[in-house]
């Protein structure tokens, strides 16, 4: 029996595809065993949890109906994705030509997956716009875009290393998923592990010192909320967190760079991570990169955790 989620998202920051389930290779370890497993001091850890704004009109929740992911169901996922030892990392490829600012945002991006998932994170070289037809792009209102849904089921599948559990384009060309569809931030198929983002319509204004945290804040959301997906992680209706859905750009940007106490106890179980030290390497990152409300928010879970 085949299972198909598909979630379409126009003008929203998180557009994610799943496609149907096929057993036809084992590729992914299973986690099938039950565990007990807790985050230290999870209780208070928990009590830093916001609860969820009131659902307005235009909100995700307020057009789709999703009934959240447990630990308890996470964990008994039997097509979990997990690293196997041969098959665990994460690998980023770049797609066309960067200015220098756009180049240091790819690069932090890079630096910032490996630091919140703890695998290793290979950057590819670039490859050019020309490994995409050109019937798989267009121009739209005067910008050129790339065809996500062409990079994450024709192009990047030949890309991904024996050894990579997830691969995802970074490019600064817009995207658009479907012809009838003006663009979306970012695509991703999770039976494949493939995923594309684009900072494109991430920064206000030409990228430099003064104003490039805005953009890197918000597309190592994106990346890290399609990564985590990819490791099965459903769409959090528990608390504010990273993996809230959102359908609007606003509506993205006022939830944070972390995780909840049960999405941050998923990702921990599964990829079996140090808590602190991975604390504390994304709060010297988010604090070098001028991301001081997120290393807030950090820090009070680290200091519950270390206790």
């Excluded at 929203?12 to 057993?23: H, S, Y």
């Excluded at 308890?72 to 770049?94: A, G």
Aim: with cysteine.
């Amino acid at each position: 029996m085949k299972r198909l989620l598909f979630v379409l998202m126009i003008f929203t920051l998180f557009f994610c595809k799943e496609e149907p389930q096929r057993n036809k290779k084992k590729e992914h370890k299973v986690k099938s065993t039950k565990v007990d497993f807790k985050l230290p001091n999870y209780l208070e850890l928990a009590l830093l949890d916001d609860p969820l704004p009131d659902i307005k009109p235009g909100d995700w929740l307020s057009t789709h109906d999703e009934n959240g992911q447990s630990f308890d169901q996470y964990f008994k996922n039997e097509k979990l994705v997990s690293p196997l030892q041969n098959k665990n990392i994460i690998y980023i490829q770049p797609i066309g030509s960067f200015t220098v600012w756009e180049k240091k945002i790819i690069d932090w991006n890079t630096k910032y997956i490996q630091l919140f998932f703890g695998l290793k994170t290979v950057q590819l070289k670039p490859i050019s716009e020309k490994n995409i037809p050109k019937t798989k792009k267009r121009i739209h209102f005067g910008n050129e875009q790339l065809d996500a849904t062409y990079i994450i089921h024709s192009l990047l599948p030949k890309k991904m290393p024996k050894d990579g559990i997830v691969i995802m384009a970074l490019t600064a060309k817009d995207l658009y998923p479907h012809p009838k569809w003006n663009y979306v931030f970012g695509l991703a198929s999770y039976q494949r592990r493939t995923g594309v983002s684009s900072i494109f319509r991430y920064s206000n204004e030409n990228l430099n010192e003064k104003n490039y945290s805005l953009c890197l804040k918000r597309i190592i959301r994106t990346s890290t909320h399609e990564i985590s997906h990819m490791f099965s992680v459903s769409h959090c209706i528990s608390a504010v967190c990273l993996m809230n859905g959102a359908n609007n750009l606003e509506e993205a940007d006022s939830r944070p760079n972390s995780l909840c106490s049960e999405c941050l106890t998923k990702l921990s179980w599964n990829l079996n991570f140090d808590n602190l030290e991975r604390m504390d390497s994304l709060i010297h990152f988010m604090n070098e990169h001028h991301l001081e409300d997120d290393a807030i928010i950090l820090g009070k879970q680290r200091e519950i955790i270390a206790r």
